[in-house]
């Protein structure tokens, strides 16, 4: 598995190709949802090597559906997904459990495990962060 290329590849894309009009659902969004999933994996302490670089992935990528379309991200990310990270090395069952990590944060959210949890909370950890307010405007 190369998490590295898989991160290039995807950062780069949403570099060049989200609209930029998009001020939410941005390159910055990702950055942060990716270093809040580390955080909060980190403080709970029972991840794994390979679960955290699944999660880490499936933050870079859970919004990356915006590149093809507005409507059903998610969906259109876990397309993007299936088509690129064996690419980089990620095995059948590895990208369906980025997928499902990816799907678990369309809202209503419904996270089913511990991993999806994580990404669910790392996705609108702003909502309780001091800079809310700016991020939300």
Do not use: W
């Amino acid at each position: 598995m190369d998490p590295l290329g898989a991160k290039s590849y995807i950062l780069e894309r949403l570099r060049n190709e989200l609209p930029k009009e998009r001020t939410y659902h941005c390159l910055e969004h990702t950055l942060d949802v990716y270093a809040s999933a580390i955080d909060i994996a980190e403080k709970e302490g029972v991840v794994d090597e390979e679960d955290l670089t699944l999660l880490k992935t499936a933050a870079l990528y859970h919004d990356c559906g915006f590149i093809a379309h507005d409507m059903d991200h998610e969906q259109q990310g876990c397309v993007l997904v299936r088509e690129h990270l064996p690419r980089f090395g990620y095995s059948s069952a590895q990208v369906q459990r980025v997928c499902d990590m990816i799907m678990a944060t369309r809202i209503p959210q419904s996270p089913r495990n511990k991993l999806s949890r994580i990404l669910c909370d790392a996705d609108l950890d702003y909502l309780g962060r001091e800079d809310f307010k700016h991020i939300g405007d």
